[in-house]
């Protein structure tokens, strides 16, 4: 994309930027690793949230997807996606609108309590496949590995249910985030592994007739140097990466493909720093710690004409306010900035970054639509976009 005077006249407010080079290379990537291994690929879409961006993932050969809302199920669905793990333990007030989306795909469902079987094997009108939620040390939700009468008696009940079979079990080792490197991501992938084996290994002994183990989380996903155990993996965040997987060595520079581009209203010599429109509500608060601990929210990068150039660790998005963003930069890089500037920023955390906003700008030249992340969560079912997006990436 040639970032000519007329593209940056119409950026007013902060706009997400997407690499389409980039995001392409990354789905085939993942995609190849798990083909590779000959294990089952089934993506987090709750990164991108696109349609869009969810044909890339087509064209790499990918027929089922994760996502963590019924909202963002239907979403897919509609979109001519007919294999979906919802996985987010069932919300139970949500069982009519389940019934009315499985006219339209399969939703596989997640559960990790008796109470939402129940309730499943009560209300739901269509056969559901269910996975049992399994807690290997990131403490979110899920029953602990090591309770294993717990899943056994969780499983028998969910095959007692007419209408629902039990699949297997899905965890996400999301404390895999806090690795201080991708050896450590390594060495926690494949300890998720072996527990998952053995709780899998339980229930086989135990009388269930089959169980799939389904991992999520994009670093393990990304530097595991086996799969074996394993029958699917769902990343997600590996589609954008971000800046907290490149502290841990889990992606490089050329992998980063999301950035925020934001207006910059207010320059301040005196201090080195300017400040722009792009705050927690553009951003949201994500960080990592950078000099002398102190908070980094992003860091800019270069817009070249054919897309992300380098990351600028000297320009850093250090403070953040609901609506203004203060960055820190060198004086020579201040005498040069001018009111008016549109700088791009690559956010501490792509996925919550991406979620404020309901479309992409791309570096081919187009604008692509995303779900509305927040109608998705409003008492109404989010709009889908007037029209289908035919961006050429």
């Not at 971000?242 to 207006?263: K, T, V």
Request: glycine share 8%; net charge neutral.
């Amino acid at each position: 994309m040639k970032h000519d005077p007329d593209f940056l006249k119409s950026i007013h407010f902060p706009v997400p930027l997407i690499d389409s080079i980039r995001v392409s290379r990354n789905i085939r990537m993942m995609a190849a690793r798990a083909e590779k291994a000959g294990i089952f690929f089934r993506p987090h879409f709750k990164t991108h949230q696109s349609a869009a961006i969810a044909g890339l993932f087509r064209k790499a050969g990918v027929t089922g997807i994760t996502v963590s809302s019924v909202a963002m199920a239907r979403y897919f669905a509609e979109n001519n996606w007919t294999d979906i793990t919802l996985a987010f333990p069932f919300n139970i007030r949500e069982l009519d609108e389940l019934n009315r989306l499985d006219k339209l795909a399969d939703i596989h469902l997640l559960a990790d309590h008796p109470d939402t079987v129940n309730a499943l094997a009560d209300g739901v009108t269509k056969p559901h496949n269910v996975f049992i939620k399994i807690d290997t040390g990131y403490h979110r939700s899920g029953i602990l590995w090591e309770q294993k009468d717990a899943i056994l008696a969780l499983a028998r009940r969910i095959e007692s249910a007419g209408l629902l079979t039990f699949t297997g079990i899905l965890t996400h080792a999301g404390h895999s985030y806090h690795s201080s490197g991708p050896e450590e991501a390594a060495v926690l992938f494949r300890e998720t592994i072996g527990k998952m084996n053995n709780v899998r290994d339980f229930l086989l002994h135990s009388g269930i007739s089959s169980c799939k183990i389904s991992l999520g989380n994009t670093p393990g996903c990304s530097v595991a140097d086996s799969f074996d155990g394993v029958d699917e993996i769902r990343p997600g965040n590996f589609v954008f990466y971000d800046l907290m997987q490149l502290s841990m060595g889990i992606c490089g520079e050329n992998d980063l493909a999301l950035a925020l581009l934001c207006p910059v209203c207010g320059i301040y010599p005196h201090r080195n720093e300017v400040v722009i429109l792009g705050g927690a509500v553009h951003f949201s608060k994500e960080q990592l710690r950078g000099k002398e601990q102190k908070p980094v929210f992003a860091y800019a990068i270069e817009l070249t004409e054919t897309g992300f150039g380098s990351l600028n660790r000297e320009i850093c998005l250090t403070g953040l306010s609901q609506e203004h963003g203060i960055v820190q930069m060198p004086a020579k890089q201040i005498q040069k900035t001018r009111i008016g500037d549109v700088l791009a920023f690559v956010p501490a955390h792509s996925c919550l970054t991406a979620d404020l906003y309901a479309a992409y700008l791309t570096t081919a030249g187009g604008k692509i639509s995303r779900i509305n992340s927040v109608s998705a969560r409003s008492v109404q079912s989010p709009a889908l976009p007037e029209n289908n997006d035919s961006v050429s990436f």
